[in-house]
């Protein structure tokens, strides 16, 4: 029996619909599997990583901490603040990289465990360190676990090894298997649950198991996936139809039909990020289209949601794409905890039942986003209108539309019907290479090597010359090990091994355990400064 407690899910504060909570990352591969994750691993956190820490607005995650897991636990980066950090979590990437990729050893089977339990011992810590000089956003931490082993088998090792620990301050705890399978379908790069017939409570609620490829692609979107709002708090949007659209659905106050849905985006805004848009101008403003949707979500409170009221239908070819504009966003059936079950499953239901008459009769919903508030009541607020696209998944697509305020006047021709033959050789489209779909995942733009490139050299630094270069590239690379602020809980030797350890080895652990307090309180106040 599983006797651990996971953190208590607490309502949070509607304002920070974009922060996640803070992320714990274990590597725990072992040879000869490192040598083959290696590389792409690196790539994918440095991709990643150069996206999180441009992303204009609030921080959406507030701290990061990596350990890996190979002959012993150790912590190669304690928790920092991701935003304004890049510097640093590539000199931590780029350690991970020169770890021993040849050669065999046996890892303890309790340094999982421990580095678990030593990285929520940090966590606590920073967190006492920090409340005594600013306000928390977070309590809670999740923890994923990336592992070349059998992810069945490292969900019970942990389940028996951290029965007895108090897990309290754990939102999540993820272990990921990554496992040597090319990718067949680029679009469906995600990762996956693992399947079970035999799943126990703890598999089901506490311990989440899934399956990614090795390649960069899938590490990559499996880490933005950080980047998503899971919060489960309160539901994000609430849509409104009309009462007689779908019987037996929650009646709001008005006698309107209400669908509880969460909302999640399709991509991240280019006018969120640096060196986006071709040349100075902006296709899109971080203070215009993105908040006419997800920052008024994000102002809804607790007592009111967003609303988005259906007004009519329209045919699915009815609707001109020049006539929408801004990001797309998704919505879903909410996942809110705090509903009832029945609740829940009947809105899923319902909700499900819309998007297939809506691909059935082939048509779009119309709605109006209706003000949170009006204190002003002698001036009408402006409203935004927003079309509502139905897909083959269980979600439905809301996309702006223009209204007649925002229209220009666009005298466009009609196409003639008839063109003259000699008019285009269409044997130029014959040599273009015809695809069926667009797969994003096959096109990139250089966005990350640009990212990285501005932390480099930010305000337009002077550039090393090439001589330069060549000396530092001839100097022996020297790497400083990042050390964590709270001493790794002590390691225990296998039975009948410990005498066998190396001396060498031997001195360097306690040394690695065992920091003078000097150098502690030194790295304490860099770590956690009390204040600006």
């Not at 949007?237 to 006698?255: C, G, K």
């Not at 090597?449 to 590239?473: D, E, I, M, Q, Y």
Request: aromatic share 6%; net charge negative; with cysteine.
């Amino acid at each position: 029996m599983y006797h651990g407690q996971i953190a208590s899910k607490r309502p949070s504060n509607p304002t920070q619909m974009y922060q996640q909570p803070p992320r714990l990352l274990i590597v725990h591969i072992a040879l000869p599997s490192w040598a083959d994750v290696c590389s792409n691993l690196c790539e994918a956190l440095q991709n990643f990583f150069s996206l999180a820490c441009s992303l204009m607005g609030p921080s959406r995650i507030p701290l990061f901490s990596l350990y890996i897991v190979q002959n012993q636990h150790e912590c190669i980066l304690p928790f920092v603040q991701v935003k304004g950090n890049f510097a640093r979590l590539k000199a931590c990437i780029s350690e991970l990289r020169m770890l021993q990729r040849e050669g065999c050893f046996r890892p303890q089977g309790i340094s999982l465990q421990l580095a678990i339990e030593d990285g929520l011992q940090q966590f606590k810590q920073y967190s006492r360190h920090v409340s005594t000089g600013a306000a928390l956003t977070y309590s809670s931490l999740e923890i994923t676990v990336l592992t070349s082993q059998p992810g069945k088998e490292v969900v019970k090792q942990l389940e028996e090894g951290l029965k007895d620990t108090d897990l309290v301050r754990i939102r999540k705890l993820q272990v990921v298997e990554i496992t040597k399978g090319a990718l067949e379908c680029m679009n469906s790069a995600s990762p996956v649950e693992e399947p079970s017939n035999e799943e126990s409570p703890i598999l089901a609620t506490d311990i989440d198991l899934q399956t990614i490829d090795s390649d960069i692609v899938s590490m990559e979107i499996f880490f933005k996936a950080w980047l998503h709002n899971s919060g489960t708090d309160q539901e994000h949007v609430h849509l409104l139809l009309p009462s007689r659209s779908i019987s037996n659905i929650s009646r709001t106050r008005d006698d309107s039909m209400c669908l509880k849905c969460d909302l999640q985006e399709r991509l991240l805004s280019p006018s969120l990020l640096p060196g986006t848009a071709d040349g100075s101008l902006r296709m899109d403003d971080p203070k215009g289209d993105f908040s006419t949707l997800y920052q008024m979500v994000s102002q809804s409170s607790s007592a009111s949601c967003y609303k988005l009221r259906v007004i009519k239908a329209l045919k699915s070819s009815g609707v001109c794409e020049s006539l929408t504009y801004g990001l797309p966003f998704v919505l879903r059936p909410t996942s809110c905890w705090q509903l009832e079950w029945d609740e829940l499953e009947t809105n899923q239901q319902h909700f499900h039942a819309l998007c297939h008459s809506l691909l059935k009769r082939e048509w779009l919903l119309l709605a109006k986003g209706e003000p949170l508030n009006r204190e002003d009541k002698l001036r009408e607020p402006t409203s935004t209108f927003y079309v509502i696209l139905p897909s083959p998944s269980p979600t439905l697509l809301v996309k702006a539309v223009a209204t007649r305020e925002l229209m220009l006047p666009s005298p466009f021709p009609l196409l003639p019907e008839d063109m003259p033959a000699d008019s285009l050789k269409t044997s130029m489209l014959d040599d273009l290479e015809l695809e069926s779909t667009y797969n994003p995942l096959q096109v990139w733009s250089h966005l990350y090597s640009h990212l990285s490139s501005t932390f480099a050299n930010p305000h337009g630094r002077f550039h090393p010359s090439s001589k330069s270069r060549a000396v530092r590239k001839a100097e022996p690379l020297q790497i400083n090990r990042v050390r964590a602020t709270v001493a790794p809980l002590p390691m225990t030797p296998a039975p009948g091994r410990a005498s066998k350890m190396p001396a060498a080895s031997k001195a360097s652990s306690e040394v690695f355990l065992q920091p003078s307090m000097e150098e502690e309180e030194e790295e304490a106040d860099e770590e956690y400064p009390s204040g600006p």
